[in-house]
C-alpha cells in the first residue's frame, strides 16, 4: 500500500478507535503534584518504562487536563501503581467536576521523600519524577519523566482498565485473562 492508498486518518471515527482500543488493559497510576502549595492528582492508564539508563518513564496527558500544565519541564510529580483496596480513590479521582481544592482529602496517601507529591495507598509501587522534556501533539501532551526514586508498596496485585471497567488483578489471578 502507498501512502496515497492508505485511509484517512481524520475518517476513522471516534467511536471505533475507543472500542477497538478499549481491548487493550492499561495499568491505573495516580499522577500527583504540589503546585502553588495545593496537591493535584488525576488517574491516567498511559504510564510506561521508557528507558532504563536512565531511567525514564513516558505518560500522555489530554492538554485540558488539570495537571498538564503543572508538569512541564523541570516540575516534579509522582505516579502511584495503584493495588486493589483504593478503587474508592480512584473513583474520586476520576469524577467530573470534582472541585480543584482539597482533591486528595479522603485519599490515603504519604509524601513522596524527592518530589513531596502524594504517593497514593495502597499502591503496588512507585515513581518520583522530574519532568525533562513534554511533546504536545494535537490535544494530548507525552511527558517524558527522569525518575529520581522508585519503591514498591504496601498492596499486592494492581488495577488494570479493560473495557470501560477497573478490574483487580494479583497473585491469584496471575496469568488468568481479564
Known amino acids: 500500500m502507498t501512502p496515497a492508498d492508505a485511509p484517512d486518518a481524520a475518517a476513522v471515527p471516534q467511536e471505533d478507535y475507543r472500542a477497538a482500543l478499549a481491548h487493550?488493559?492499561?495499568?491505573?497510576?495516580?499522577?500527583?503534584?504540589r503546585a502553588h502549595g495545593r496537591d493535584h492528582a488525576m488517574v491516567v492508564t498511559s504510564l510506561v518504562s521508557f528507558s532504563l539508563e536512565p531511567p525514564t518513564v513516558l505518560v500522555s496527558l489530554h492538554l485540558d487536563s488539570r495537571l498538564?500544565?503543572?508538569?512541564?519541564?523541570g516540575r516534579t510529580w509522582a505516579a502511584s501503581i495503584v493495588a486493589p483496596g483504593a478503587e474508592g480513590a480512584v473513583a474520586?479521582?476520576?469524577?467530573?467536576?470534582?472541585?480543584?481544592l482539597g482533591q486528595l482529602q479522603g485519599v490515603a496517601h504519604v509524601r513522596g521523600e524527592r518530589t513531596g507529591a502524594a504517593i497514593v495507598t495502597p499502591s503496588a509501587a512507585w515513581v518520583e519524577c522530574e519532568t525533562e522534556r513534554v511533546i504536545e501533539h494535537h490535544d494530548h501532551a507525552v511527558v517524558l519523566g527522569r525518575v529520581?526514586?522508585?519503591?514498591?508498596g504496601q498492596g499486592t496485585g494492581a488495577l488494570l482498565h479493560r473495557l470501560?471497567?477497573?478490574?483487580?488483578?494479583g497473585e491469584a489471578t496471575r496469568g488468568t485473562a481479564t
Not at 24 to 33: D, E, K, S, Y
Not at 68 to 73: K, Q
Not at 92 to 100: A, I
Not at 148 to 152: E, N, T
Open 68 to 73: 498538564a500544565p503543572l508538569i512541564g519541564e
Open 148 to 152: 529520581l526514586a522508585a519503591g514498591r
Open 164 to 169: 470501560g471497567r477497573v478490574r483487580a488483578i
Open 92 to 100: 474520586w479521582l476520576t469524577e467530573p467536576g470534582r472541585p480543584d
Open 24 to 33: 487493550l488493559p492499561g495499568g491505573v497510576v495516580v499522577l500527583a503534584t
